[in-house]
């Protein structure tokens, strides 16, 4: 096969040249739909969920303690008191996120029902589909999955309130499985063995997935509620994260739901979305790794100080798991993450670890003002925590992400409902072209492809600009 570098088509990479940043200035482009302070430009309006970082007056953005709120409720309210009553509250939040309302028992148990009906996977879709054609990303495959189950349904392209339910339901009661395969296959792979735990009637979401993970079918009670708080933690967070809103660009365009919910999925992959708890355990293995003695406060500063240089870890000067595009003062989510960790991490081999994350915690904000020279408030996001609590219940690192798009979809499901039945726009911003008029050229008279990349500047694709 023909190297691609030897191709035409790769040399001219360059033709993406830099947008000059002063362009983004002249022209008032928001790039990335942020403000120059870094607020959200406001895209929509939802009555789904809240979240609150900052006070904003005349212009002037002020630091303020992190809220979440969904449907009204408070965060703390809703995990909190799940908790408190020792049941699991995950489908209690569901509920809550689609319907508007807080279901009383005969609702909720009615929806353990459903989400029992629709466990099992169709016929020879496991063998078929994911043990044969594996993947090197359990993301990708849990979005292949959802995309072929497409093909199951009859009326897939149907939009009416009651096939839409009918979907969201389906995934929400098969991604609990969905996600654990699609690591088994790629662990089968290697292995040659495969364990493939049947459903069980009665079991919450977070027992779901702790059963598909465990070869005796065994957890103990404690994990799973943990689980069960991580995934209330990570169901909803607003209409502007990047998977939401791509699910509702994508539904905007009147697509189907099965490829709306592929596409939330594929953008919660990214390492600045969904895959950043991943950076933030990278970081932290890197730290340990780094000094010798993990427990000493000074050198654990050294540490931070050559990381936010870009010195250490990748180079890219970021403490992960710090720092927040709404939250300034505290995550909620992290406040609530780490009250838990730290009962599950009590007098156990994770203790220390847990002791380090608090200690990244505290310094950074000191350090980012030293080193960065800024007064920028920054607080721990749910990252910094949300890795350590994974490994403490044996969740092996290929499953962070997509642990939280099984979490997620009950939030892109209010979303995607709610685009709906208010949006009636597709979504279409618009960008400011820099294109110039150019004279057409005879095929005959055009000049090599060569002499072109020369006059350019661009010798190869290793020379184009890179962001």
């Avoid at 920028?376 to 996001?381: G, H, P, S, V």
Wanted: net charge negative; charged share 25%; proline share 5%.
């Amino acid at each position: 096969m023909t190297d691609t570098r030897d191709s035409v088509l790769y040399q001219n990479f360059g033709a993406y040249k830099d947008v000059p940043a002063d362009y983004y200035a002249k022209f008032n482009v928001k790039r990335g739909l942020r403000n120059a302070d870094g607020t959200g430009v406001v895209a929509g309006v939802t009555s789904i969920s809240n979240v609150h970082g900052y006070t904003a007056e005349d212009g002037v953005k002020t630091p303020d303690e992190g809220r979440l709120t969904l449907r009204g409720y408070d965060i703390f309210d809703l995990v909190d008191n799940a908790a408190a009553e020792g049941r699991f509250g995950y489908e209690e939040l569901t509920f809550l996120l689609v319907t508007g309302e807080l279901p009383n028992k005969s609702a909720l148990d009615a929806l353990h029902a459903v989400l029992d009906e629709w466990r099992n996977l169709p016929d020879g879709f496991v063998a078929n589909l994911i043990m044969n054609s594996p993947s090197a990303s359990a993301m990708n495959m849990l979005a292949r999955s959802v995309l072929l189950l497409y093909s199951y349904d009859q009326d897939a392209d149907l939009i009416t309130p009651k096939h839409e339910v009918d979907v969201a339901v389906q995934l929400l009661s098969r991604l609990p499985r969905l996600a654990p395969l699609s690591y088994l296959a790629r662990k089968q792979q290697s292995s040659r063995r495969m364990y493939i735990n049947p459903p069980e009637p009665g079991l919450s979401t977070a027992e779901t997935v702790l059963w598909m993970l465990r070869p005796d079918m065994g957890y103990p009670p404690q994990e799973a509620q943990m689980l069960d708080i991580m995934l209330m933690l990570h169901a909803e967070h607003g209409g502007g994260n990047n998977s939401t809103f791509t699910t509702r660009v994508l539904t905007s365009s009147g697509t189907d739901a099965y490829s709306a919910y592929a596409g939330g999925i594929s953008s919660l992959k990214g390492p600045k979305h969904g895959g950043a708890n991943l950076k933030a355990i990278a970081m932290q293995d890197d730290l340990k790794a780094s000094v010798d003695d993990w427990t000493d406060e000074g050198q654990v500063a050294d540490y931070l100080r050559k990381v936010l240089r870009k010195e250490a870890n990748d180079g890219s000067g970021l403490v992960y798991g710090m720092g927040h595009a709404v939250y300034t003062l505290s995550d909620p989510r992290a406040v609530i993450c780490k009250r838990y960790a730290r009962q599950l991490a009590q007098g156990t081999e994770y203790q220390p670890e847990f002791e380090l994350i608090e200690t990244i915690e505290r310094l950074t904000p000191e350090l980012f003002a030293e080193v960065k020279g800024s007064s920028k408030a920054i607080c721990a996001n749910i990252d910094m925590y949300s890795g350590l609590v994974y490994k403490m219940l044996g969740i092996p690192e290929e499953l962070f992400t997509p642990l939280f798009a099984v979490a997620r979809q009950a939030g892109w499901t209010a979303h995607r409902f709610e685009e709906l039945a208010t949006g009636r726009r597709i979504i279409r911003p618009a960008y400011k072209s820099l294109d110039g008029n150019r004279a057409y050229e005879p095929l005959a008279q055009r000049e090599s492809f060569a002499s072109q990349l020369k006059k350019s500047g661009i010798a190869s694709f290793e020379d184009a600009p890179n962001d």
